[in-house]
């Protein structure tokens, strides 16, 4: 199935389970490899990022066992370094994190440069900065990057010029069985570098302060199995209340943590949608009209650059005009040509997109660029009048567990075609 058929102007309403955190799962799952013991994680979600890496991890020599649909057993104590696959491993901006884990584990380590979404350039520059300060040599031949440490890694501390989720989770594998202490400043303060930091502590490391911009690691000699349960995936949640929002509607997501929603919930009661929180849930209301407002992407607790394209969804037809300014990813308004086709009123300039609201969007062939340029076109689908077909879903199915399935059961008419 190579589409999407939606047809749109349809209410969402009913109940949604949200999945596991695709983004703290890549860390983990590389991070077992250092626990080189058996290791079970709850919530794992069934999507194609998550099965290339589990893949990728039993081709290095694992030994992978569903226990059920979200839970994984991993055994990895046959893994061989510098045996993963580069045709698999290049696909995937996670793979960056089996540098980490390779240098914690074996000293050294061996990884194809990774690729990932193309949101705009992915350097790598201040994982390889970092591993330096713990001791390792580093080479990067545009092909491969080869991190070596004969006498094994030394706790250093690593001041990050620039807030990066990926240097910061790569750093925390690293340095958990680094001699000594490490301080990493700076450091990305997201929910998921919080429950890597669950996860190996859960493994005998020993962190403190993840979720602050100022991490210690004390090194551990080694680490051993465990068994952890992921958190819910932020930016599934805040794809689906966007969308509700969008189409109109009424919809209760289970399975989230409010407090990692507060931006995407202050940004949509300020715009006029109802939000209602509970402990585990949350309840979104509207009636498809809302305010036009701004939104500057930033490093949590900021808004979500992953939550960018969904809201310029709502700006092309909130009422008045809006802008979003990205300060993150450069390239993450490929969107906005797509949005066009179905007669939003977008101007891109420089890092910022500006919106004059049209009453509503019209059904059209579109295109999805990357994973979250895919959710905004479904959006939009969903909020438009008229049939959708969008192309590049495999964008789609690499970060959102059974859309078509969750959507189907909250009203929506949408469903997977072969064109
Ligand atoms: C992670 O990417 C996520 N991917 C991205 O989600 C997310 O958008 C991003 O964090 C920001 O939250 C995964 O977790 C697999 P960064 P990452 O390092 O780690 C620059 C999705 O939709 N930078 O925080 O690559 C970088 O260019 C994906 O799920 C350097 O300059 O992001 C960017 O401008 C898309 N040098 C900024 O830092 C480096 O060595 C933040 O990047 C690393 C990053």
């Known amino acids: 199935m190579n589409k999407l058929l939606i047809k749109g102007s349809r209410p969402l309403s009913g109940h949604v389970d949200i999945s596991g955190m695709k983004n703290a799962v890549l860390p983990i799952l590389y991070g077992t490899i250092i626990a080189n013991d058996v290791c079970v994680i709850e919530h794992v979600p069934p999507i194609g990022d998550i099965e290339a890496t589990l893949k990728i991890l039993q081709e290095m020599g694992a030994i992978v066992r569903y226990l059920d649909e979200t839970t994984v057993e991993i055994d990895t104590r046959a893994v061989k370094q510098g045996t993963a696959p580069n045709t698999l491993v290049s696909t995937l901006r996670g793979s960056t994190y089996l540098l980490g884990a390779e240098l914690a584990r074996y000293g050294c380590a061996r990884v194809g440069v990774p690729g990932g979404c193309h949101i705009g350039p992915r350097p790598i520059d201040l994982h390889i900065s970092g591993f330096r300060k713990l001791g390792a040599e580093v080479t990067d031949d545009g092909i491969f990057v080869s991190a070596s440490a004969p006498v094994g890694l030394s706790g250093n501390k690593i001041v990050f010029d620039k807030v990066s989720v990926g240097a910061t989770c790569n750093m925390l594998l690293a340095a958990c069985t680094a001699k000594g202490l490490t301080v990493i400043d700076n450091a990305a303060r997201e929910p998921h570098i919080v429950d890597l930091a669950g996860f190996l502590n859960t493994c005998g490391a020993q962190i403190t302060g993840a979720g602050t911009s100022t991490i210690k690691v004390r090194g551990v000699p080694a680490l051993h199995g465990c068994r952890y349960a992921v958190i819910p995936d932020m930016i599934e949640a805040g794809t689906y209340m966007a969308a509700t929002a969008a189409v109109g509607g009424q919809v209760t997501l289970h399975n989230v943590i409010p407090k990692h929603m507060e931006t995407v919930t202050a940004k949509l009661r300020e715009m006029g ?134 959507l189907k059961a909250l009203g929506a008419d949408i469903e997977w075609v072969e064109e």
């Open 273 to 406: 949608v109802t939000v209602v929180e509970e402990d585990e849930s949350i309840t979104v209301i509207s009636n498809g009209r809302f305010r036009s407002a701004r939104i500057e992407t930033q490093a949590y607790p900021g808004f979500p650059t992953d939550m960018h394209p969904q809201f310029a969804v709502l700006f092309a037809i909130a009422q008045g005009a809006s802008t979003i300014t990205e300060h993150i990813f450069p390239n993450r308004f490929a969107y906005a040509q797509e949005l066009k086709k179905m007669g939003a009123a977008i101007t891109v300039e420089n890092n910022c997109a500006f919106f004059v609201n049209v009453m509503k969007l019209r059904g059209a062939s579109v295109s999805a660029t990357d994973l979250r340029a895919g959710a905004a076109l479904v959006i939009a689908a969903l909020a438009a009048e008229g049939e959708t077909r969008i192309d590049g879903v495999e964008h789609i199915r690499r970060g959102y567990v059974d859309i078509v399935g969750k």
